[in-house]
């Protein structure tokens, strides 16, 4: 599964990088997060609670960040797993460009998916992998600007680390890697 995207972050390019390597704020910031710790340098370790359609479980991985270019862009790659619903692994890039009002944050994911959440099928794996996104990117960039993040429910969240760290990443591609990852 092949997902790219972008977001505007009202907030300057050395802000929003602060931020996506911020283990608090990337807590925060995804949807069914229950723990994000730094477990060296470079890489982390997750536990999320999601639900997709009627699988819901709790999906415990790692990412490990790499081709770091600060604060333009790093790689993020993880896998996780959630018992009996599945598997994901993936990568992501995510890139900071200077844009109009802030920080554009773009991000190309690539995830394989396995077990139960394979079987519910691509579309509406998507759907939630960018409904998720959406949400993580709410509440990132206001985290980043300093804002309470505003109440979102965490319904639909997707155990595949086409998430966060992402948006990935980090945040677009942060929030889909780690989801996939989760």
Not at 79 to 84: I, P, S
Not at 89 to 98: I, N, S
């Amino acid at each position: 599964m092949k997902i790219t995207g972008e977001t505007l972050i009202p907030a300057p390019q050395e802000a929003v990088w602060r931020a996506l390597n911020d283990p608090e704020v990337l807590r925060k910031s995804i949807p069914g997060c229950e723990s994000l710790e730094k477990t060296g340098e470079n890489s982390f370790k997750a536990t999320v609670a999601s639900r997709i359609g009627p699988i819901a479980a709790r999906f415990a991985g790692n990412v490990k960040l790499s081709d770091l270019d600060p604060p333009n862009s790093y790689t993020l790659t993880g896998e996780g797993t959630g018992g009996a619903a599945g598997a994901a692994k993936g990568t992501a890039r995510v890139r900071l460009e200077p844009g109009q009002g802030g920080t554009r944050l773009l991000y190309d994911v690539d995830a394989q998916i396995s077990g139960k959440l394979a079987q519910i099928g691509s579309r509406v794996v998507e759907a939630a992998a960018k409904m998720l996104a959406g949400q993580f990117f709410d509440r990132f960039g206001q985290a980043v600007i300093g804002a309470a993040p505003p109440p979102k429910p965490a319904a639909m969240a997707i155990p595949v680390w086409v998430w966060l760290l992402g948006a990935a990443a980090a945040v677009g591609g942060l929030a889909l890697i780690w989801y996939a990852m989760q």
